[in-house]
């Protein structure tokens, strides 16, 4: 199916490091991992990356974010809060908690911007308690493109993807170069990992990463930080 090309621009544009939603500013844990000695260079790095999404990603956001696109397609509030309930009560640090109901809030304020502040489903992302998360508030932004939940969730794994490496060229160091044959290795694996979350029912759901989550309660107290988690 042919995605429209206001469609496909809105995705690019959700999917950008340059939306202020605050992306760029979080590791998600790898700027413990390179300081404790785990990732040092760029076969590393791909490698972390790599198992994150496939893992963790592919697990856990993909498919809150094709699942909340079908509740709100539905308009179904009910569904969407006991998923954004659901991604809260799974995040294993209050660094990682924190980034998801920031950038969450972020995107609700974008959208409210947006010329489609008045649709009925931002003010019941707006009403998720305490916060939206930020897998649910891109889901609403995909919908309200007029994108499919495959295309929406793509569009959220390469947005994930291209933050995170960029996170990589700072903390490791990477050169441009490296980095773009990492964020190949991901781009490259997400069609997959968008592909299983789809299929993925809601008790097969899982956000079970105990070293991801080692790390990134670990650089709450670190004592050098460029990023936020």
Known sequence: M???PATLLRLLWLASPALPVGGFSYSEGLESA????????????????????????ARSELPVVTQAHAAWSAFDAPRAAALNAWVRSTRESAELRAQTEQMGRSLLDWLRNGEQAGDARISSLAALSPAPTWPLAFALAGTLAGADARDTALAFGFGWSENMVQ???????LGQAAAQRVLARLAAAL???????LARPDDARQAFSPMLAILSAQHETQ???????
């Not at 996170?167 to 160091?173: F, L």
């Open 2 to 4: 042919h995605t429209p």
């Open 34 to 57: 390179v300081d404790t000695g785990r990732v040092t260079n760029e076969t590393q790095a791909g490698d972390w990356l790599l198992t994150q999404l496939e893992l963790a990603m």
């Open 167 to 173: 996170a990589a060229m700072k903390a490791v160091p």
């Open 191 to 197: 069609p997959a990992g968008v592909e299983a979350a």
């Open 223 to 229: 004592y050098s930080r460029l990023f936020r988690s």
